[in-house]
Nanobody, 122 residues
């Protein structure tokens, strides 16, 4: 089992930045790929980005390229999502998910966190 906890969300003005963190506990986190997802109000959950267990490969959904950066620090059991130039349409609950491959966590995960709320005001 892997337990995931997201943090770093909050209320921010458009144009600002946030760094979300996904901290893992339990089984060896460094063996897992991790993906970030988001679900806005009244919207379906969508993929944001994913990273291989080693950090050597990353994936970004087409609409997320440019303002989002995923990274990880396995020594801290943490995966980060940096979001720059935030826009009101980025308002969503952001979730991280862990799985056995980057291909898997591009669309789903075996383990999920509870999410962190990001609200962007205009």
């Amino acid at each position: 089992q892997v337990q995931l906890e997201e943090s770093g969300g909050g209320l921010v003005q458009a144009g600002g930045s946030l760094r979300l963190s996904c901290v893992a506990s339990g089984r060896s986190f460094s063996n897992y790929a991790v993906g970030w997802f988001r679900q806005g109000p009244g919207k379906e959950r969508e993929s944001v980005a994913a990273i291989r267990w080693s950090g050597s490969m990353t994936y970004y959904a087409d609409s997320m390229k440019g303002r989002f950066t995923i990274s990880r620090d396995n020594a801290k059991n943490t995966v980060y999502l940096q979001i720059n130039n935030l826009k009101p349409e980025d308002t969503a609950v952001y979730y991280c998910a862990a799985g056995t491959s980057i291909g898997l966590v591009r669309t789903r995960g075996d383990y999920w966190g509870q999410g962190t709320q990001v609200t962007v005001s205009s």
